[in-house]
């Protein structure tokens, strides 16, 4: 089973930086995702996709984290990775991660993903 669980969460001052990471803490090597991706939800507004990165290593970025973001993964894709950087507070809220392994799909910002983490809290003080 899939168990996609998010990392490094926590408080940062505005301008600040900060990585997250997710791990599948369930069958490591055995789930190899196609595509992975993190996406955000501040409070009382909607889930955002803000980055993505398929098998290929292509990434793919949210208007408002392009330049400041950047998604990877590590060699064997069981962890996955992002820097964010120039943090504001319009940045804060629960960072999920997400997975798929369907070969050739959609794999985008925002896109659709089957498997999701629990979420790790950033908050960023001005």
């Known amino acids: 089973k899939v168990q996609l669980v998010e990392y490094g969460g926590g408080s940062v001052q505005d301008g600040g930086s900060l990585r997250l990471l997710c791990a599948d803490s369930g069958y490591t090597h055995i789930y190899t995702p196609a595509c992975m991706g993190w996406f955000r939800q501040a409070p009382g507004k909607e889930r955002e996709g803000d980055a993505a990165i398929d098998s290929d290593g292509n990434t793919s970025y949210a208007y408002s984290v392009k330049e400041r973001f950047t998604i990877s993964t590590d060699d064997g894709r069981n962890t996955l990775y992002v820097k964010m950087s120039s943090l504001s507070p319009e940045d804060a809220g629960m960072y999920f991660c997400?997975?798929?392994?369907?070969?050739?799909?959609?794999?985008?910002?925002?896109?659709?993903?089957?498997?999701w983490g629990q979420g790790t809290v950033v908050t960023v003080s001005s």
């Open positions: 997400a997975a798929h392994r369907i070969l050739g799909y959609d794999c985008y910002a925002g896109s659709w993903f089957k498997d």
